[in-house]
Nanobody
Framework: VQLQASGGGLVQAGGSLRLSCAAS????????LGWFRQAPEKERKFVAA????????YYADSVKGRFTISSDNARNSVYLEMSSLKPEDTAVYYC????????????????????WGQGTLVTVSS
């Protein structure tokens, strides 16, 4: 499975941005699609995830109520709508996918994802 993230950019605090991630290859094996982010000199952290079947969603506390994850199975794509952006949201955002082995309690754990996109930079200015 290959993942291609896009949509990053520079936005002012309070603004909105939509990230997209297109999956290709053996996408029928994917169970969970997730977004992670990594700020400069920080470790990669979970942002949101969605189940490919059923559409269950999961969010980090820091983005609940501001970010929305969605997917379009027909287009093999996952999206992250980000609003009320804050400077602390500045990071490289990565999309990730698993081979269907993640249970709900592990969606936040990056080690269980099998495929990663190249990342897209989001910069929020104050």
């Amino acid at each position: 499975v290959q993942l291609q993230a896009s949509g990053g950019g520079l936005v002012q605090a309070g603004g909105s941005l939509r990230l997209s991630c297109a999956a290709s290859g053996r996408t029928s094996s994917v169970g969970t699609l997730g977004w992670f982010r990594q700020a400069p000199e920080k470790e990669r952290k979970f942002v949101a995830a969605i189940r490919r079947v059923g559409g269950g969603t999961y969010y980090a506390d820091s983005v609940k109520g501001r970010f929305t994850i969605s997917s379009d199975n027909a287009r093999n794509s996952v999206y992250l709508e980000m609003s009320s952006l804050k400077p602390e949201d500045t990071a490289v955002y990565y999309c990730a996918a698993d081979e269907g082995r993640i249970i709900s309690g592990l969606v936040h754990d990056s080690q269980y994802y099998d495929y990663w996109g190249q990342g897209t930079l989001v910069t929020v200015s104050s």
